[in-house]
């Protein structure tokens, strides 16, 4: 294990990320309403920091395996989660205690979009804006965008890759070299912010707000300036711009890039439509959408139709995608709705997007493992391999799924019984389980517009299952395993 190697690319992935503190400072000096003080002090220590990491190692540039790759994209998601604390933690108003602070970090940095602040609206714009770009920086995976810098410091980036990259077909890549991958991702990425930020501009929202909102939407975070989120525009127009940006980055990024280095060539909407898993999630949403809207239309819960199936739209791309964006307040919905769009949290995004959750592609294949396996019962001697599209998948890749699932449902419960033992009641605990591990943010009950009433304690817990959830769990639980740290 070469720790020094490690401790040098930390140091400088510390560096960059000092940098962004910088645009909230930006903002404070715009704005004059507050705040400047605290990033540039976080600037300076986060600098200061990243360089003695870097210069005690800079002399160490060994090559990069898969496991000092894995162990990286930890400890760069907890430093950075970490150092992310700092300005919550400076901040006169709001005044956050350390586990707050680290909380509001990692909620932001993970995109799950729980909140322990309330009165955003009274806020500084520089802690506004900083929220929202802790969620889109950690969107896409700052990893990733490291990975396109790294080259030009002469670090291979193949290994975080790994790593970093959702989904159980990871090991693909999609261009020969990894940094022209991330490069284009990030253009994607960008170009998918600046749309949105323009479409929200245009529906009403001023520069500020539609920018900031832009950033919680691509990332699918859920963060925003005000403590009403979605619903303090009252706007049919801006959730409907709202739902269609959160449905482009549920999708896997995979597809969008090779729409982008299609474009003019074929038709990129063939692209789409022959992807098993975004027909599967085009689907999902459909239903849900009309699951949501003949319920609330049936019990009158909404003033006429149009308006149900507004709400039926935001709220069911919102919380299955894992943003947490609301306009009312979904768990006030009668019936088996809210439970239901909570549940549908774990299914999340597709492979490869921005969502949380267990991911599209894996919730389909484990459906037709279990057709598979229906078919076994009635003939045993059937060999029926598992397909996906007209692609025969290994059983490697089907075991590692099984995997996945089993490790996903150990984490859920080992984190549920921690928070009830912190003294949080069963149904609160299970629901702040759900909107942490899934990064979806709101819950149903008590959790169901910020995390206030949370205790201290049971709120590390939750900021273990965000980073677990971010990190697809494996990538973190890999860290505990005795083979791990085996030479």
């Not at 060994?62 to 998601?77: A, H, P, T």
């Not at 999609?174 to 284009?184: D, L, S, V």
């Amino acid at each position: 294990m070469h720790i020094k190697s490690i401790i040098r690319i930390v140091g400088i992935l510390v560096m960059c990320f000092s940098l962004t503190m910088l645009a909230p400072a930006l903002i404070a000096l715009l704005y004059g309403d507050g705040g400047g003080r605290a990033f540039i002090e976080t600037f300076l220590m986060t600098l200061l920091i990243g360089a003695a990491l870097w210069w005690a190692t800079h002399t160490h540039k060994n090559e990069l395996r898969s496991r000092e790759g894995f162990l990286i994209v930890v400890l760069f998601w907890v430093v950075l989660g970490s150092v992310g604390a700092l300005p919550f933690l400076l901040f006169e108003h709001p005044q956050l205690n350390v586990a707050n602070a680290f909380f509001e970090s990692f909620s932001g940095l993970t995109t799950t979009g729980a909140t322990v602040i309330v009165g955003l609206d009274s806020l500084p714009k520089a802690i506004l804006f900083y929220r929202q770009m802790l969620q889109w920086l950690g969107g896409m995976g700052i990893i990733v965008l490291a990975i396109a810098i790294i080259p030009l410091l002469g670090i291979g980036g193949m290994q975080l890759y790994r790593a970093e990259m959702p989904g159980p077909l990871k090991e693909q890549k999609m261009r020969p070299r990894i940094a022209e991958t991330a490069k284009a991702l990030w253009v994607i990425y960008s170009t998918l912010t600046l749309l949105c930020a323009f479409a929200y501009w245009l529906a009403g929202m001023d520069l500020f707000d539609a920018v900031s909102h832009s950033f919680s939407t691509i990332s699918i975070g859920g963060f925003s300036t005000h403590d009403a989120s979605m619903g303090y525009f009252d706007s049919t127009a801006i959730n409907l711009i709202a739902a269609v940006f959160l449905f482009i980055s549920g999708c896997n990024f995979a597809l969008h890039f090779s729409a982008y280095f299609e474009l003019g060539r074929s038709n990129i909407f063939k692209l789409y439509f022959t992807d098993p898993e975004f027909k599967a999630f085009l689907f999902i949403q459909i239903a849900l959408v009309a699951i949501c809207t003949v319920s609330l239309i049936g019990y009158s819960h909404f003033a006429d139709s149009s308006e149900a199936l507004e709400h039926a739209l935001f709220q069911s791309v919102s919380i299955s995608t894992t943003a947490g964006f609301t306009t009312s307040s979904f768990d006030s919905w009668p019936s088996f709705l809210p439970m239901l769009l909570l549940m549908t949290s774990f299914i999340g995004g597709c492979a490869g997007s921005t969502g949380g959750g267990l991911k599209v592609i894996r919730v389909l294949l484990l459906l037709v493992q279990g057709k598979r396996e229906m078919n076994r019962l009635v003939h045993p001697n059937i060999v029926q391999p598992i397909k996906l599209g007209d692609r025969v998948l290994s059983e490697r890749i089907i075991q590692g799924i099984w995997a996945f699932f089993s490790a996903y449902l150990l984490v859920f419960i080992l984190c549920l019984l921690a928070v009830i033992a912190c003294g949080v009641d069963s149904f609160d605990a299970f629901n702040a389980v759900v909107a942490c591990l899934n990064n979806l943010g709101p819950g149903l009950g008590s959790i169901s517009s910020n995390f206030v009433a949370i205790p201290d304690s049971a709120k590390w817990i939750l900021t273990f299952a965000m980073v677990c959830g971010r990190l697809e769990v494996f990538t973190l639980l890999v860290l505990f395993t005795p083979a791990f740290w085996k030479s």
